[in-house]
DNA sequence: TCTTGGTTTGACCAGATGGTCAAAACAACG
DNA sequence: CGTTGTTTTGACCATCTGGTCAAACCAAGA
């Protein structure tokens, strides 16, 4: 009997139930998916899609070409599997946000949860911006449900906080729109930042600014 | 006699001094090699260098690729000239900040200069935004020296500030990247902003907001 | 109008790139 | 050890990409 000529694994945006027969991916496939995986990510946080190719992703996993297709059957493939892995964790700090804790509390807890992604995923926060930069072209449809939903959400319970003189009124949409812009910056624009601060580790005093400043915003 | 085959026009990034006998640009060589610029831009700022292809640069810009290639010797001198032209505005708003004029008013100055920038220039925004996320391998130098110097002059000059009491005792180079972050968010993740608030000019709230954080950081 | 020099283009090239395929190599297990 | 299904690879392909070139085209002044 032939070789069965489906790729293994599992790598869609869509939510795709796995199917009852699905076998269970064997170490091989277990330790080459996320080798795979990791290289790709390098390569495609610093490139961009459509900047990177199959070749360095191949070479950076320690694989041949052919290889690489053998467990994702595109380029596209790799790609949305690491949009997909990273959508889920990224919208959590926001998710967490408790609406019923103390208002300043709660804002600058979620601040600090997403300084400690930018810090220890930058690459992940980097595919994201690049994904960004290019238009958004594979989770447009992601940001104007999933996250518009999310951000509307724990808008409207910030805009309560503020209307009951809790915290200083200003504008919850734009003061999310901060806290990602502050955080995600060291990740980002990392190049930038140990061009201008050579040498030291910059989270560490990015994480007491960053109180000093939510803490400022938030005073009523 | 052959035809002049170099190309017309200067596009280097060290400062390459006008030869005498340079010729002056005549209205085509003006109006194609403005074309190709403006069209370079859409397209390395969405896509990255690695990531445009000549063939669409060609294409914005409504000319054949050897008719680009007449203007421009590669791609890399058409790339090359957009962060030219870039950086040396780039700096601008910083350099304006004053040491001798009130410190919250400079800081909240440069904060909006740097806003109406992002609102105004949004793709050269975004073409330094993937230089930078890419490793920034074209302009590493000039962020060690210009854009370092430049940061630790105007540092120099907010710790001074903050030191004499006129200010509240922040880091200064985190106050710095801060206004960065917060100003380019608009412009690099635009497409994410449109999501969220669809329809909306952010840039009116954005700037209403700035000032309210900035004014609220540097509080005493 | 003719000449001259700037401008535009079709045809072309070498190398890169995403992807395929059949066959070989290998792991696992009876 | 032999069988079976998994893993790996060399060779290959069509298309894309940056770049070249000679020839054709055109604008403008003498």
Redesign the pocket.
Known sequence: ????RTH?GRYSLKNERPLIMT?P?????KR?QAAILSAGLDIFSQFGF?G??????ADAAG?????????F?????IHAALLARLLETWLDPLKALNGNGDPVKEIMGYAQRKLALSKDYPRESRLFANEILQGAPRIETILHSDLKNLVDEKATVIRSWADAGKIAPVDPYHLIFSIWALTQHYADFDVQVQAVMPGSDPYAGAATYLDHVISRILQP
């Open positions: 009997m032939p070789a069965n293994p076998k991916p064997t170490r091989i496939q080459n459509r990177s190719t199959l070749d360095q992703i694989l041949s070409k052919p290889n690489l297709l053998y467990y059957p595109s380029k596209e493939a």
